[in-house]
């Protein structure tokens, strides 16, 4: 060991400011030959550069205020773009939901409604509780016919729609042979149009969907209108419900509200045709006259024209055009639902106008600043030569003085960390000079004895986690003996199964029982917990009720043996959740019985409904006793049923959110006419993507059966 003789007590930093002080002096000494001799034109420079920097400011200031407003105009679209978008959604969604209310009427005649209806010279009281009824030209409806009749229960549901969405001005219906209601009762003027040659009817009638029409003057002298239509089929005919929303609805709510009427917006469809913009009327015409639209591709100016084709597109960005005499900012972002563009505008000499009064003020500050830089130049030429000689004698002795003190114990703490750096762990230090040197030599001697010790735990941890990771690893492929191998071949379904545990190994499990006369049974369970014990216990539960299924083709009872079996077998208060469901090809049917799991799902007709299949039992292992009834159902060609454990609709994104049922059924009903491998394949994705780098927080399992 080497010894470093003791000194009177300085700390280090002390020691270290010292150091950067005389190197500081040295540098000054240096800088300052040079200086002496150029100081005299610092004024001029120092002047120049205010001034170039006052320019590079407002140039920058420009620039940043561009931008930002062509993100904040970008913003402002999208965000008005999206609420845009609810207005209709919410209109497809009410649409809809009337839709599905008037199928039922043509089979229910009798029904009748609370609102009643009234014809153009019968004036109702209250006109906001009155339904309008008439016969259109050409008509041969009788008040006696059935269609007139079962069409008379969808006034309260008018009514209902109706007070539902403020943005509506009317609902109403029109039949192929000619009825009409339309709600709230109005004062139709002059001689009423034949509604089913209007294009929103004709339109509704060749879409599977809500149709919506392009602005045309309405017949009830309400203005400018857009008309939202789904066409209905009936026993006796189309029926096409419709509403309308008026031009200035959309503008009040939408167009009016954006920069706080600094800017002007605009809604335009995919052709081309302005929807909406402030000052948008029909003027002094009504009664479903020809509304002539204007075009952005009508224009002579090849920006605008280049703008309408991005908007058309479905594009999201910003332009700068030329528009009314001044460049203008327009940024645009779609309308998704209905394939549309919004757009708002801003002028750019609005935006930069700060600008121009900032440039004005940096002129008068920037020469105020060269005659105050002129005046301390000539001052610090004085000043610096008198600190020039003092500082010139002080630099001197200083690093002399602290070259002896500081270098040495900095030099042995270098060949110690050497020594230690190349395995010599009992390499020691012996500082002694009463600072953070000595202190530091003592932490050193410390940390390479605590090292030592380290690296030895370290082996031995390291040497049992790798014994634990190959333990789990045999674990894991034991464990996925227990799953089969392959879905069973059944010629009149199409059938996939999967599971993904949280862990190395899981709790869940799947497996298909041949229960006799071609008859198969599916089994999807959930044991509670997870890791090592609910593995075993999955591993003990698959075999009680794969024989147990396999003895027994009544689902019921063999629910009943294995909960028998697993009750008795149980050592643990470990409990396991069934659904347990047998399909006979022959018969057509699936029957089951649900002990206490996710209950699955069936996605069936055209267009699809998802149904849950319901029947609820307490979980096996709980008493010792289990027995609960099977439910039976007949399935059809294209059936789709999936079974699934709370891994799926439990799986939660970076926010805490889960995956759920809705987007469970989402998912599937959109991929419903796919093989089921690539039905199984696409949820995961779903799920995946929902929960991006979060955790997997479960087991997930799946089985999917396709009836063909």
């Known amino acids: 060991m080497t010894h470093v003789p003791s000194c009177s007590r300085l700390n280090v930093r002390a020691k270290i400011l010292l150091l950067f002080l005389s190197l500081a002096i040295v540098a000054l000494l240096i800088m300052g030959y040079v200086a002496f001799f150029s100081i005299s034109n610092i004024g001029k420079t120092a002047e120049t550069s205010s001034r170039s920097l006052g320019q590079d400011a407002v140039d920058e200031t420009t620039t940043a205020l561009q931008t930002s407003a062509e993100e904040h105009l970008v913003r402002i679209a999208t965000d008005q773009a999206e609420v845009t978008n609810v207005l209709f959604e919410d209109t497809d969604s009410e649409m809809e939901i009337l839709a599905a209310a008037a199928t039922m009427l043509p089979d229910n005649s009798s029904r009748t409604s609370r609102v009643p209806s009234f014809n153009r010279t019968d004036r109702p009281a209250d006109p906001n509780n009155a339904v309008l009824v008439l016969l259109l030209p050409g008509s041969r409806i009788t008040e006696d016919d059935g269609e007139y009749k079962a069409l008379e229960g969808i006034n309260d549901l008018l009514v209902a729609v109706y007070h539902a969405d403020e943005n509506m001005s009317g609902t109403y219906v029109v039949t192929d042979s000619g009825i009409l209601r339309i709600y709230p009762w109005a004062d139709m003027p002059g001689q009423m149009p034949d509604l089913r040659q209007r294009a929103w009817f004709l339109g509704a009638e060749n879409t599977s969907g809500v149709y919506w029409s392009e602005p045309y003057r309405d017949s009830a002298g309400k203005g400018l209108v857009v008309t939202a239509a789904k066409a209905i089929p009936t026993k006796y005919g189309t029926w096409v419900i419709g509403s309308d929303v008026t031009v200035d609805v959309i503008n009040a709510e939408f167009l009016n509200r954006t920069l706080d009427g600094r800017g002007y917006a605009v809604l335009m469809d995919n052709q081309g045709n302005i929807i909406s913009r402030p000052g948008l009327s029909a003027g002094n015409s009504s009664l479903d006259e020809t509304f002539e639209q204007e075009n952005v591709f009508t224009g002579s100016d ?407």
């Open 302 to 708: 090849p920006a605008l024209i280049a703008l309408g084709r991005n908007m058309t597109a479905g594009k999201t960005g910003v332009e700068k055009v030329w528009f009314n005499g001044r460049y203008t900012y327009v940024a645009y972002a779609p309308v998704m639902s209905r394939n549309w563009s919004f757009a708002v505008s801003m002028p750019v000499d609005e935006i930069t106008a700060p600008v121009d009064k900032t440039r004005d003020k940096i002129a008068v500050a920037t020469r105020d600043a060269g005659f105050r830089i002129n005046n301390q130049t000539e001052q610090f030429l004085g000043i610096f030569a008198l600190l020039f000689l003092s500082l010139l004698i002080i630099v001197v002795l200083l690093s002399v003085w602290l070259a002896r003190i500081i270098t040495r114990p900095v030099e042995l703490l270098k060949q110690g960390t050497l020594a230690l750096g190349q395995g010599d762990l009992d390499y020691r230090l012996d500082i002694q000079t009463g600072d953070e040197f000595e202190d530091l030599a003592a932490a050193f001697n410390h940390m390479a004895g605590d090292l030592r010790q380290k690296i030895e735990d370290l082996r031995r941890t390291t040497a049992e986690k790798e014994r634990y990771t190959r333990e789990m690893e045999i674990a894991k492929e034991i464990q996925e003996t227990f799953l089969p191998e392959s879905a069973p071949k059944i010629p009149e379904a199409e059938i996939c199964a999967t599971t993904i545990p949280a862990m190395e190994i899981g709790g869940d499990l799947y497996d298909f029982i041949p229960a006799g006369e071609n008859r198969w049974a599916f089994v999807i369970a959930d044991v509670s917990g997870k890791g090592v014990s609910a593995a075993l216990f999955m591993a003990l539960s698959r075999t009680l009720i794969h024989a147990s299924g396999g003895a027994e083709a009544d689902p019921t009872a063999a629910i009943r043996q294995a909960n028998r079996l697993i009750y008795e077998d149980g050592r643990s208060s470990m409990f396991i959740t069934v659904f347990y469901g047998v399909f006979d090809p022959g018969r057509m049917t699936f029957s089951y019985v649900n002990a206490g799991h996710n209950p699955p799902l069936l996605i069936r007709g055209d267009p699809p409904g998802s149904q849950v299949l319901e029947g609820m039992g307490i979980a096996l292992g709980v008493v010792p006793v289990v027995d609960i009834p099977a439910t039976t159902i007949r399935l059809l060609p294209g059936d789709l049923i999936v079974m699934y454990t709370d891994g799926v609709t439990e799986a939660f994104n970076e926010q805490d959110a889960s995956f759920g049922e809705e987007r469970l059924v989402a998912s599937i009903t959109r991929n419903r006419s796919r093989p089921a491998e690539e039905i199984m394949a696409l949820l995961l994705d779903d799920i995946r993507q929902f929960c991006g780098n979060a955790p997997q927080s479960d087991d997930i399992t799946l089985i999917v059966i396709r009836v063909k």
